[in-house]
């Protein structure tokens, strides 16, 4: 779906970029993938490293090297499709949610000023994009994606953060916005949630995901040509932190695990995390058939029969 930056020479000469020791990959407690219908046969979850405060909004390179945050610790890592880890840029505006562009650009929400930013991989060089909506702070850009015509789509809850010297939330609802491409002026486009959090869309651009967290419930949407969302309905009855599709339509929701609902709605698998919270996922890896799993101080991965649609 997206067209994005070939980092497979170039991440282990990034000016600047550190190296980390990453302990060996260990296997956790075994669980029954036997009769799974999207896992691969004999896989089985595994820790790829432990060492962060809390891990969030992972998204895909057209390489298959997996970025995500560690929001506490203000920086954005890089799990590489040679299976290292590395740092790839702190500070990091307090980056939340993560997703790659048409044009290779990585669009992060970077909480620290309630900024979108896009970030020029090869360079690092950094844009930011907007911070407001109708001359009001935006709550903080949480989750984005990224539609096929280069639009983005992204919540925007109120979670007030420790460094923030800022007031109370200066808009009226906690929303969803889209932002046409080539502008900077957030349209919003759900205002009936109480507290939206993950976000994804087919990659046909046709369809809208979006969870409320705090309502424990969730939604798909309809992408008209212009943009615009219609035919609201409830997907299942579960919230979720973060999101992501696979290449069979399936939905896989974060919170206690991960939860996959086939395109009717219908659980399929749930996948049991040895963390408090799991807080988002993506597919990644050379084929696409690694599911990346940000859960608080770890990151996991699984080998997958499915594999990813898009950046996220």
């Given amino acids: 779906m997206f067209s994005r930056p070939v980092l497979s020479h170039l991440i282990p000469t990034m000016i600047g970029l550190a190296m980390l020791a990453v302990p060996l990959s260990a296997h ?3 669980q029954d993938f036997s009769a799974s219908t999207i896992v691969a046969p004999g896989a089985q979850l595994e820790k790829l490293s432990g060492e962060f405060s809390f891990t969030e909004g992972p998204a895909c390179d057209e390489q298959g090297n997996i970025f995500f945050t560690d929001q506490p610790n203000d920086r954005i890592m890089v799990w590489t499709i040679d299976g290292k880890l590395e740092t790839f840029m702190k500070p990091a505006g ?3 949610g993560l ?3 048409g044009e290779g650009k990585l669009i992060a929400c970077a909480d620290e000023k309630n900024e979108m930013w896009s970030i020029d991989v090869k360079t690092k060089k950094v844009t930011p994009l907007f911070s407001t909506y109708e001359g009001k702070l935006l709550n903080a850009p949480n989750d984005v994606w990224v539609h096929p015509d280069g639009a983005l789509y992204f919540s925007d809850p109120f979670y007030k953060r420790d460094w923030w010297k800022r007031g ?3 808009q009226s609802v906690q929303g969803v916005y889209r932002v046409a491409k ?3 002026t957030p349209v919003r486009v759900i205002d009936d949630l109480q507290q939206p959090n993950g976000i994804i869309g087919s990659p046909d651009g046709k369809l809208l995901y979006v969870t409320d967290i705090k309502g424990k419930k969730t ?5 008209a040509a212009d943009g615009s969302l219609s035919g609201k309905k409830l997907f299942c009855e579960m ?3 973060g999101m992501t599709l696979d290449d069979q339509g399936n939905l896989y929701l974060t919170n206690k695990g991960v ?4 395109p009717s709605g219908k659980q399929i698998q749930h996948i049991e995390v040895p963390e408090g919270w799991t807080a988002n996922i993506c597919f990644g890896g050379k084929d696409k058939h690694l599911l990346f799993i940000t859960a608080s101080k770890g990151v996991y991965g699984l080998r997958m029969k499915v594999g990813g649609v898009g950046s996220q």
Avoid: K, Q
């Fill in 259 to 262: 939860t996959v609902f086939d």
């Fill in 219 to 223: 939604y798909r949407y309809d992408i």
């Fill in 168 to 170: 109370p939330s200066e």
């Fill in 99 to 101: 997703c790659f562009d």
């Fill in 28 to 30: 956790l407690s075994a």
């Fill in 182 to 184: 080539g502008t900077t």
């Fill in 239 to 241: 919230g979720s932190d």
């Fill in 94 to 96: 307090r980056s939340n």
